[in-house]
């Protein structure tokens, strides 16, 4: 399943649609694009990481409103670059972190796929 928010949304309504979506999803990626088509090579390369491990996750694309998904996304997770990971409401990292993780064995357990 994925998600694409209005280009107009307002900050608070980007806001709520981040706390649900972490709270409503085991695992979830903010990326630019969607899980087809991501728009760029980190996006693509979180995609891909967490495909080898999980089947189902979740995925918000943030272009259409990136300035309020980056803002909302910084409180959560005090990161500034998309993509972002949270597993089980927890933020993991981005693309960089999900490749240390699946280099070192760690990634599967991390996502809960053991």
């Not at 990161?79 to 760690?106: C, H």
Request: aromatic share 8%; hydrophobic share 40%.
């Amino acid at each position: 399943m994925t998600f694409s928010p209005e280009t107009d949304a307002d900050p608070e309504e980007i806001e709520a649609r981040v706390e649900n979506t972490i709270a409503d999803n085991d695992v979830v990626l903010f990326m630019k694009g969607n899980r087809l088509m991501p728009q760029c090579g980190y996006s693509k390369r979180a995609v891909e990481l967490i495909s080898q491990h999980v089947e189902e996750f979740e995925t918000v694309d943030v272009l259409p409103a990136l300035p309020q998904y980056r803002e909302a996304l910084e409180s959560h997770s005090d990161w500034e670059t998309i993509p972002q990971t949270f597993v089980d409401g927890e933020f993991v990292g981005g693309s960089d972190v999900l490749a240390e993780l699946d280099e070192r064995g760690e990634l599967a357990a991390e996502l809960g796929a053991e």
